[in-house]
């Protein structure tokens, strides 16, 4: 998953922290959920936050009894870090293939595990347009190879994603692609 990291980063947790936070870097998390996640005592999870805390890479706020984390998006290491993670991640290919080869594709979301920052081998992805699904099935098979991971794919119309709206309020999820309009 990743070895490109590992590479350069011996700690794994801080591997795992680093790609939930910058994959998605929406996502807030406290101490006990991500050593729970993580599957990594709390005391190795709370040495990882504290340095990545220190080089301001997280930020932290309490909020009742817990103190919750998430990507210092105004850190100047923060577009990079963002990026390299989608890399290892893989999602980079898939967004390419799909915005270059399937048709009509208004806007692209990754939902889920995913979009929560888990890389749990499953990335579900919401596709709103006129989608050719024989080459979506194509570049699914063949992006899966390369990136080690499943994909899964709703295509919704804009209508049926207009209905499907609500529900997607409720999931963590977050736009990676949307096509602009030329004006």
């Known amino acids: 998953m990743n070895d490109f990291f590992a590479g350069l980063i ?3 947790t801080r591997i795992n922290l680093l790609v939930r936070f910058f994959f998605n870097p929406g996502t807030k998390a406290y101490l006990r959920e991500l050593s729970k996640d993580l599957n990594v005592s709390s005391n190795a999870v709370r040495e ?7 080089t301001k890479l997280l930020t932290s706020e309490k909020n009742g009894r ?20 989608s890399k290892v991640m893989g999602l980079d290919q898939v967004i390419e293939s799909i915005i270059t080869r399937l048709g009509d594709l208004e806007k692209a979301y990754i939902i889920d595990d995913y979009a929560d920052g888990k890389d749990t081998g ?5 596709l709103v347009g006129n989608i050719d699904h024989y080459h979506l099935n194509d570049l699914s098979m063949k992006t899966e190879r390369y990136i080690k991971r499943k994909i899964r794919s709703l295509v919704l119309t804009t209508e049926e994603f207009t209905a499907f709206m609500p529900k997607l309020e409720n999931r963590p999820s977050f736009l990676v692609w949307e096509r602009k309009e030329n004006t």
């Open 10 to 12: 011996t700690s794994k």
């Open 48 to 54: 990882e936050l504290n340095q990545l805390t220190k």
């Open 66 to 85: 817990n103190v919750y984390y998430t990507a210092n998006s105004k850190h100047p290491l923060f577009p990079e870090l963002r990026s390299m993670v």
């Open 122 to 126: 499953i990335i579900d992805l919401v």
